[in-house]
């Protein structure tokens, strides 16, 4: 069973930039549709970014379009997500999840609830 592991998260200042690591084990990054969620205290959870097990299709939400770029390090099985221009309304427990890959090349869901596996968080604070 593939195992999840976020890294990289800390307390920045607005207008910073926080690079985000998903560290996978038991299987590989490239064999998942892959993404990142967000959870701010008191908020449901929320779709950030996603990228296909290919690598070749991406998508953000609307609050993180421009800033923000997920990518996949086939070398490393590890996935990525570049922030910049961070805002305290990025603040909140940022998540790794997965879902096995299947015919889609560009398939991606921005509901929690179809992905499968999920790392711990890790927290992103941004001061103003």
């Known amino acids: 069973q593939v195992q999840l592991v976020e890294s990289g998260g800390g307390l920045v200042q607005a207008g910073e930039s926080l690079r985000l690591s998903c560290a996978v084990s038991?299987?590989?990054?490239?064999?998942?549709?892959m993404a990142w969620f967000r959870q701010a205290p008191g908020k449901e959870r929320e779709f950030v970014a996603a990228?296909?097990?290919?690598?070749?299709?991406?998508n953000y939400g609307d609050a993180v379009k421009g800033r923000f770029t997920i990518s996949m390090d086939n070398a490393k099985n590890t996935l990525n997500l570049q922030m910049n221009t961070l805002s305290p309304e990025d603040t909140g427990v940022y998540y790794c999840?997965?879902?096995?890959?299947?015919?889609?090349?560009?398939?991606?869901?921005?509901?929690?609830?179809?992905?499968?596996?999920w790392g711990q968080g890790t927290q992103v604070t941004i001061s103003s």
């Open positions: 038991g299987g590989t990054v490239s064999k998942y549709y």
């Open positions: 990228i296909s097990w290919t690598g070749g299709a991406t």
């Open positions: 999840a997965a879902e096995p890959s299947g015919p889609s090349w560009t398939w991606y869901s921005p509901t929690p609830d179809n992905y499968a596996f």
